[in-house]
């Protein structure tokens, strides 16, 4: 005897399908605090991060890299399935204004105590210390990004779904580009530095929490909440939802490939493409070109990706585009170690990240299990994002000091390329 369907009308506005379309201040506040958040964590972890531990300790530079960022990738991990769940079972029976929703108040305080985290992050000395502050900090911050991601499946219609998530996924791109300029021209010195993009974080993520509307999650729809039935809710069945578990390994894939092949860009043009006497600048300065570039293709092809996806219905073919021009730029600089090649690839690693930030996240939200747990799955999801940090820096720090950097690149070019494989296991969308 099946169980009786439930009729969409009876669900409060925060766990039925959205049907309007979202204006553009809705997306410009969205997308505005995305770019604080990532400008922090993404600037932190190419810049900021690397110059402090080669300070701390420059014989063990490589090692201490990989260290930190893997530990702040399992706090992430760790961070936001939880902070997800919660924000999911959140009611308004507490909370101020707009504050009374499920998500703003979550997008606040994430974003407070991430931002006290960095400056307090800015004064370490010892790598012990540096790891402690990073560890809090990526659980904050991707406590503030459970919820803020969950705002795309709350309020966005399927059929605008990869033009808003374009947008939203812009700031990654453009927050790692103002936040290379604000470290690398005008607030030079390791802790200005700290305090800027600390600043902007929690500074940027106040607009769209305080005025733009959060469906509020009436008492009798709270889902009970027990940690052993959260620890259990984080395992999604791959028998029962098929579709839910090969996005989550091909966005699993695609991250992987970034993290292996973006993580030692800093050093690669220090110690191969030798930056400093080609042009007589420092390596700073020539990642932040590269990431101008890159984040310029990022963000055209973001923008247009999702628009176009929208147009046609079409999802996984562009993903498959996507991971072949990632993969193309990391077998390019196996062959060609030049401060020109550095460049091509960052214009096909754009282009091909761009589509894939708008396309996949799209499709992402179109195979979630349910809607009263759109933030935790999304924050299962978003394992595949930062959980593959971990695995990228344990892998690509042995394969650089024990190989070489282009036997780190050809892992990558293979990792790409699967991912952009394995997408089309995934049936329920186009």
Same mark, same amino acid.
């Given at each position: ?170 700031? !990654?791109? #453009?927050? +790692? =580009? ?7 021209? /005008?607030? $030079?010195?390791?802790?200005? %530095? ?12 106040i607009p769209f929490a305080i005025w733009s509307e959060d ?69 700073? !300065?020539? #990642?932040? +070109? =590269? ?7 990022? /963000?055209? $092809?973001?923008?247009?990706? %999702? ?16 991971g072949a021009l990632m993969g193309c730029a990391a077998l ?62 344990a892998v690509a720090a042995p394969l650089v000091t024990l ?15 699967? %991912? ?11």
């Open positions: 005897m099946t169980e009786p369907q439930t009729d969409v009308r009876e669900l409060p506005p925060a766990l039925a399908e959205p049907t309007v379309h979202v204006r553009g201040m809705w997306v410009t506040g969205l997308s505005v605090a995305s770019l604080g958040m990532w400008m922090a964590s993404l600037t932190a972890i190419q810049f900021l991060l690397l110059t402090q531990l080669q300070d701390i300790d420059k014989a063990h530079k490589f090692l201490a890299v990989g260290l930190v960022s893997a530990v702040g990738a399992v706090a992430a991990v760790i961070a936001t399935p939880v902070a997800g769940a919660l924000s999911d079972r959140t009611t308004h029976a507490y909370g101020i204004g707009r504050l009374r929703g499920r998500r703003h108040r979550w997008t606040l305080s994430m974003a407070l105590l991430a931002a006290i985290c960095m400056v307090v992050l800015a004064h370490q000395k010892t790598v012990l210390g540096v790891a402690i502050m990073w560890i809090l900090f990526s659980a904050f911050q991707n406590g503030e990004y459970a919820s803020l991601s969950a705002a795309i499946p709350d309020r966005v219609p399927v059929r605008q779904r990869a033009t808003v998530a374009g947008w939203v996924g812009m700031p !990654q791109a #453009l927050g +790692l =580009v103002l936040g290379a300029f604000l470290v690398s021209d /005008i607030f $030079t010195k390791l802790i200005p %530095g700290y305090y800027a993009l600390a600043g902007l974080m929690l500074l940027l993520a469906h509020p999650l009436p008492p009798e729809h709270r889902q009970r909440l027990s940690w052993v039935q959260l620890a259990k809710s984080c395992w999604v069945s791959p028998k029962q939802y098929p579709d839910f578990a090969w996005a989550w390994l091909t966005r699993f894939l695609a991250s992987l490939a970034i993290a292996m092949g973006t993580l030692y860009l800093l050093y690669f043009l220090e110690n191969q493409i030798h930056y400093r006497k080609l042009f007589h600048h420092t390596a700073y !300065q020539g #990642l932040t +070109l =590269v990431i101008v570039i890159y984040a310029a293709c990022v /963000i055209i $092809t973001a923008v247009v990706g %999702g628009m176009i996806s929208d147009r046609l219905g079409k999802r996984k073919m562009i993903v498959t585009v996507s390019l600089l196996i062959f060609v170690e030049t401060w020109d090649s550095l460049l091509l690839a960052a214009v096909l690693y754009g282009v091909g990240f761009g589509a894939y930030l708008a396309v996949d996240q799209a499709l992402i939200t179109q195979v979630l299990p349910a809607a009263a747990d759109r933030a935790k799955d999304l924050g299962i999801i978003n394992i595949a994002i930062v959980g593959p940090a971990v695995i990228g820096s190989g070489s950097y282009p036997t780190l690149f050809a892992a990558t070019a293979v990792v790409a390329v699967l %991912g952009s494989i394995f997408v089309w296991k995934i049936k329920s969308v186009a």
